[in-house]
């Protein structure tokens, strides 16, 4: 299936970077390496998000270079030769050729004469973009590559003088989306309710929660989303109320509410959606009290999701209206602005409102900058996920309030006059998910 974003994207991608790179730099990005899952098993290989975001080059064993103002080509790639008889085993390598026919590359090598060529490609730049400390084996190569360089000094090598996190720079131009991202967010954000739709659906027959797990990946699945962004949460009953709960192997049971926190990746894009329901497709008059405050905080938090406004406002929408209700309904007391200063809603709600979404589920880009808040602006995408939860154990309120977790996430971008929500087509309302359910 044809990637929905365009080779050019990819190139301008690289341009942008080089364009930040000091003068006389080169920058050297490694892929992700193959990790064994046991014995001679290898776990499923998923690209490195980085070199996957500048070169959309999906196997492992390969090296993006780029060198500003190279005359024979300033982006490099370092891959695996096509071999006829190993890919009769483990399937189609591009090899040097096919990473400039497909993949836009300016250049290519087999990664087996990287030692041979690289470090003449160092050799003369003052300063090397490099994730340094991400993988300590690819570490210690670039530093032999180093050494080579400087035990020519006599003859005239000149080595590096500097070595910059890549991330900085990096991290930046990925945190502001293209129109080409978004379209695969949202595409992956449409799958993913689906998924959330047939789980809703399938909970009535009651089973257990890996029942809804399976009806989670089968619809990724279907629609061409072969893995998951992360771990799927099913949790029911007290177990919603374990943030990052992934046994998926209680019961459910009428009476419940069930908290899935789920979403499939796509063209390596997250999504990332949580809805809470019931297993017997009503609400309970305490699960909807909570799950109204939830949603109301919610509602806040989108609105406040755009141009100038900071990172922060969002969550304290959120915030001001959860805590509101917790007090609404007698679990806390006093005033808002009390509740808030002394941090009282922290045994209810200990998380943040959202993060950046993107390549990865918690997406690189920085929330401050500075001492500041980062201002929103269009192309960043977020999630935004309030919560209550009451521990099952929780002896400082009415029995009838414990081990009800609720959480309602959607993924949203942040557009020129406010956002857009990428996941809408899941329903949230307690009317849309009792009418759902009973069909």
């Known amino acids: 299936m044809p990637s929905m974003i365009p080779v050019k994207e990819f190139a301008d991608r690289r341009r942008r970077l080089m364009e930040r790179m000091a003068p006389d730099s080169i920058a050297i990005v490694p892929a992700a390496p193959e990790c064994v899952r046991n014995r001679d098993v290898l776990h499923p290989f998923r690209q490195d998000s980085d070199f996957q975001y500048l070169s959309g080059f999906g196997e492992p064993e390969a090296v993006l270079v ?8 300033e982006s490099v790639l370092f891959c695996k030769e096509r071999n006829p008889e ?41 300063r090397v973009y490099y994730p340094l400390g991400k993988d300590h084996n690819f570490d210690a190569r670039v530093m032999d590559w180093v050494k080579v360089i400087r035990s020519k000094v006599r003859a005239g090598a000149h080595p590096p003088g500097e070595f910059v996190a890549l991330e900085h720079l990096l991290h930046d131009l990925r945190l502001y989306k293209s129109a080409s991202e978004v379209k695969v967010m949202a595409k992956a954000g449409e799958i993913s309710a689906e998924a959330h739709c047939r789980a809703m659906q399938r909970a009535r027959k009651g089973g257990h929660e890996y029942n809804l797990e399976a009806e989670l990946i089968h619809t990724f699945m279907a629609h061409g989303a072969r893995t998951t962004a992360y771990p799927s949460i099913v949790g029911s009953g007290a177990n919603g109320c374990i943030l990052h709960y992934i046994e998926n192997s209680a019961p ?25 329901f019931p297993v017997s497709g009503r609400f309970s008059a305490e ?116 081990g009800i977790g609720i959480r309602i996430e959607d993924d949203v971008v942040v557009t020129k006059d406010g956002c857009r929500v990428l996941t809408e087509a899941v329903p949230k309302t307690v009317a849309e998910i009792e009418t759902l359910m009973a069909d």
């Open 252 to 276: 459910l049971k009428t009476g419940d509410l069930v908290l899935i926190d789920a979403g499939c990746e796509l063209e390596c894009y997250a999504s990332d959606i949580t809805r809470t």
């Open 66 to 73: 780029l060198i500003p103002g190279r005359e024979h080509g």
């Open 86 to 126: 190993k890919e009769l085993w483990d399937g189609f390598l591009a090899g040097p050729e096919g990473a400039i026919e497909t993949f836009g590359l300016d250049d290519a090598f087999p990664i087996a004469d990287i030692d041979d060529i690289l470090p003449g490609m160092i050799e003369g730049r003052s």
């Open 287 to 402: 699960q909807k009290a909570l799950y109204e405050v939830v949603l109301s905080a919610q509602y806040a938090a989108i609105d406040a999701v755009r141009p100038g406004n900071h990172w922060n406002h969002p969550h304290e929408a959120a915030l001001r209206v959860l805590t509101q209700g917790l007090i609404d309904l007698g679990l806390l007391s006093g005033t808002v602005d009390d509740a808030i200063a002394s941090e009282a809603y922290k045994p209810f709600f200990m998380h943040r409102t959202g993060h950046w979404l993107g390549l990865d589920v918690h997406d690189v880009g920085d929330y401050k900058v500075g001492d500041a808040w980062r201002q929103l602006e269009p192309g960043m995408a977020l999630t935004v996920e309030p919560g209550l939860y009451i521990a099952p154990d929780n002896t400082s309120v009415d029995e009838k309030w414990r």
